[in-house]
Each structure stands twice: as C-alpha cells, then as structure tokens.
C-alpha cells in the first residue's frame, strides 16, 4: 500500500540555524510534491509545490528538493525563527488531483 | 477574501444524532475536499468532488454522505453519529487538474465530539 513517512519525533532547532526536514514514501509514483504548515487549531497552509521533473524550488527562506530515484523528499527552513515553529505536513499528488497526506513533522525552533 | 469557510467551528453531538457539516468557498475552485484528522493518523479523505455535480469515495467514506449543492458549497452529513467518528474534520478546495502551483486552500477546521 501507499505510504509517507515523515519522522513522528518533534525536531528541535536553535533559532538561525537550518531546520531540514525529511518526507519518504512507498508504493508511490506522485507527479507533485507539495509541503504544508499547520499551527495548533488551524486547518494546513500550502508553502511549495515540486513537480516530479524538478530537483529543486525555492521561496524565501524555504528550498524543497525532490528525489523520485530515492522517493525522497526534503524541506529546508534556512535562518530559522521561533515563528517558524509548527508542525508540517509532506503530501503527494497524483495527476487526477487527489493528495495523500503524510503524518506531519513538529518543528520547534528555540530562541 | 474568506477563502474556505466552515460552520460550526465546535460541535456536540450524542451516538445516534445526525448533522451536516457546511463549506463554501469563493475562489471559483472546482474541486473540493473532506478531510478528517485523528491523533497519530494525520489527514484521511473522506469525499471528494472534482466539480460541481460529482462526488466520489475517498479512504475513509463509511458513515458519510456528502452534497456538493452548487460550485461554491459542498457539505458532509453524518447521519447516525458513533464515538468513532470524533474528530477535527477539515474542508479543502483546489484548482483541481495537474497546473495548479497553488495546493489546496484549507478551511479552519470543525471540531466534533461524539458521546
């Protein structure tokens, strides 16, 4: 069956170092890679999507890189800032739309 | 702009007692999502609707019902609530297709108890 792993323990950063952040899957050929924060109580925000034919995307401080050899994903929060802290969701996306949602990883980010 | 909005936020309900959970969006999407979101499970779809008129199964549909009313508004019925279906249930809309570089916009989440 299909599956993502993102790593279940919380990840803990000093503040202006770079958080890195891993998604791995199976049994999955996804044409798009997308990566999502969430804050306590509040529903998932889109941050960047990766298409498969695409090693690497950039926004501000964030760079994603797509391996579809290691079926490996990373997400990169370079300068981190306690803001920063929240729990991310890694989520791969067929052509026909539909996403399936990793486990999220916490990311507390230390002042 | 509001972006997807869910009602209710919170929500009691007894084993047995039906309620429809509401969703709207005003960004023209054409696909729109039901997600529920369990401790330890992360995020399940439900029902999906690609656009307006159609509906399908998602991995997680027994114990639902969805509508999809028009292109704006598409809401999920319980309609004999069980303990198992506690949960925060999430509503999302897409562009839909394989260009959007734009994900899915979430709404704020609706937060159900069932005792």
Known sequence: SQKIEQNSEALNIQEGKTATLTCNYTNYSPAYLQWYRQDPGRGPVFLLLIRENEKEKRKERLKVTFDTTLKQSLFHITASQPADSATYLCALQNRDDKIIFGKGTRLHILP | ?115
Request: glycine share 10%; with cysteine; net charge positive.
């Open chain 2, 1 to 115: 702009n509001a972006g997807v909005t869910q009602t209710p936020k919170f929500q009691v309900l007894k084993t047995g007692q039906s309620m429809t959970l509401q969703c709207a969006q005003d960004m023209n999407h054409n696909s729109m999502y039901w997600y529920r979101q369990d401790p330890g499970m992360g995020l399940r779809l439900i029902y999906y609707s690609a656009s307006e008129g159609t509906t399908d199964k998602g991995e997680v549909p027994n114990g639902y019902n969805v509508s999809r009313l028009n292109k704006r508004e598409f809401s999920l019925r319980l309609e004999s609530a069980a303990p198992s279906q506690t949960s925060v249930y999430f509503c999302a809309s897409s562009d839909g297709g394989a260009v959007t570089n734009y994900g899915y916009t979430f709404g704020s989440g609706t937060r159900l108890t069932v005792v």
